[in-house]
T-cell receptor, first 114, second 115 residues
Framework: AQSVTQPDIHITVSEGASLELRCNYSYGATPYLFWYVQSPGQGLQLLLKYFSGDTLVQGIKGFEAEFKRSQSSFNLRKPSVHWSDAAEYFC????????????FGDGTTLTVKP | DTEVTQTPKHLVMGMTNKKSLKCEQH?????MYWYKQKAKKPPELMFVYSYEKLSINESVPSRFSPECPNSSLLNLHLHALQPEDSALYLC??????????????FGDGTRLSIL
């Protein structure tokens, strides 16, 4: 069965600083990987996805993520954080063999200091 | 603006009431999902519909009854809920048949409170 671990429950960064959110997955084959963001009172919004090919993927809002098979990781990065990036971030892994089931990590809460 | 619309945004109901949550999408997606989300937790999958047929039921209690009248609409009928059912209920849709290999588009949810 697939699983996702987000080791950091809460991260605080200063506005303008760089950001990296960690995600580790467990899956036997090539996974389908996603990062979603959830602002208070809203649903989840897809930031980016990895299916195959280039291991560095670009997403919306200036985010990028790098797939590292050797480390079973898919970390999310942003070079300069804005106050509006404060939100809950979820990493998810899916597999076509497991119809409908994207397994979500427990999430990382990002706080941005002025 | 979200492309998946959920109504109502907030719902307060007693344990003996019957109510329904509604979800609509016009992206041509043939897979639709219901999730339950507690505060500070990830979404928990409840049901998946693929081409208007129920394909996954994650052992959800029968007091939750899903319905997919057509490819654009998804309902969740609620009856005799318990206080622990208070949560944010999220609807999502995706391309394909509902496989985990597709990104999902989420609505903003219905905040449900059971008195």
């Amino acid at each position: 069965a697939q699983s996702v671990t987000q080791p950091d429950i809460h991260i605080t960064v200063s506005e303008g600083a760089s950001l990296e959110l960690r995600c580790n997955y467990s899956y036997g084959a090539t996974p389908y990987l996603f990062w979603y963001v959830q602002s208070p009172g809203q649903g989840l919004q897809l930031l980016l996805k990895y299916f195959s090919g280039d291991t560095l993927v670009q997403g919306i809002k200036g985010f990028e993520a790098e797939f590292k098979r050797s480390q079973s990781s898919f970390n999310l990065r942003k070079p300069s954080v804005h106050w509006s990036d404060a939100a809950e971030y979820f990493c998810a892994v899916g597999a076509s063999a497991n119809a409908g089931k994207s397994t979500f990590g427990d999430g990382t809460t990002l706080t941005v200091k002025p | 603006d979200t492309e998946v619309t959920q109504t109502p945004k907030h719902l307060v109901m007693g344990m003996t009431n019957k109510k329904s949550l509604k979800c609509e999408q016009h992206m041509g997606h043939r897979a639709m999902y219901w999730y339950k989300q507690k505060a500070k937790k990830p979404p928990e999958l409840m049901f998946v519909y693929s081409y208007e047929k129920l394909s996954i039921n994650e052992s959800v209690p029968s007091r939750f009854s899903p319905e997919c009248p057509n490819s654009s609409l998804l309902n969740l009928h609620l009856h005799a809920l318990q206080p622990e059912d208070s949560a944010l209920y999220l609807c999502a849709s995706s391309r394909g048949e509902g496989g985990g290999n597709q990104p999902q588009h989420f609505g903003d949810g219905t905040r449900l409170s059971i008195l």
